[in-house]
């Protein structure tokens, strides 16, 4: 059974930083494209970031520059790095892990930019 669990979402004031983790279960991880997607109230799913095995990174336009992703294989976990954050940024943020046999989702955790 593999699990993903989120973790660090909260409120925070525009312009203030929080720092998402994903830890993986199970022997997929070092496997994995790993990702972090998020869905604001009344729209559609989105990729923020991801991250594949080999390093190589993929992020929105909307976060380039505020936002990074970062994975520790050896502890099976994924972040988020998120500074500068807008109110645009709310949303609740999923993690997700990817291959071409599977694609796996953590159970999400809100993240609420407002003053």
């Known amino acids: 059974q593999v699990q993903l669990v989120e973790s660090g979402g909260g409120l925070v004031q525009p312009g203030g930083s929080l720092r998402l983790s994903c830890a993986a279960s199970g022997s997929i991880f070092s496997k994995s494209t790993m990702g972090w997607y998020r869905q604001a109230p009344g729209k559609q799913r989105e990729l923020v970031a991801s991250?594949?095995?080999?390093?190589?990174?993929n992020y929105a336009d909307s976060v380039k520059g505020r936002f990074t992703i970062s994975r520790d294989n050896a502890r099976n976990t994924v972040y988020l790095q998120m500074n500068s954050l807008k109110p645009e940024d709310t949303a609740v943020y999923y993690c997700?892990?990817?291959?071409?046999?599977?694609?796996?989702w953590g159970q999400g955790t809100q993240v609420t930019v407002s003053s």
């Open positions: 997700n892990a990817d291959s071409r046999f599977y694609s796996y």
């Open positions: 991250m594949t095995t080999g390093g190589s990174t």
